[in-house]
Nanobody
């Protein structure tokens, strides 16, 4: 059973960089055709894919966030990390990591494993 666990700060100040890590157990992030995604849900809004990294290390970004976003991985720790720079209050959301289908425009049902989510609040 694949399990994902997000970790990172719950509170970030405006203009700072948010860094979140997803630790994966029960499966490898290098397993063929696996795609590891960061998704967020702002309060009162729907899910939004932020970025994903493929089993081979290729990266893909939501165009609306691409200039501020970086996704990377540490295969030795079976982790992948999201960095979102110059955050503002509109980046306040619950952030999830999940294993998905390798598309940014995917429905929630297309992700087969999810972390529990971590609340991130951007506030001074």
């Amino acid at each position: 059973q694949v399990q994902l666990q997000e970790s990172g700060p719950g509170l970030v100040k405006p203009s700072q960089t948010l860094s979140l890590t997803c630790t994966v157990s029960g499966g490898s992030i290098t397993a063929d055709y696996s795609y590891w995604t960061w998704i967020r849900q702002p309060p009162g809004k729907g899910l939004e894919s932020v970025a994903y990294i493929s089993y081979s290390g290729n990266t893909y970004y939501n165009p609306s966030l691409k200039s501020r976003t970086s996704i990377s991985r540490d295969t030795s720790k079976n982790q992948f990390t999201l960095q979102l720079s110059f955050v503002d209050p509109e980046d306040t959301a619950v952030y999830y990591c999940a294993r998905g289908p390798g598309r940014l425009r995917a429905g929630a049902y297309e992700y087969d494993y999810w972390g529990q989510g971590t609340q991130v609040t951007v506030s001074s």
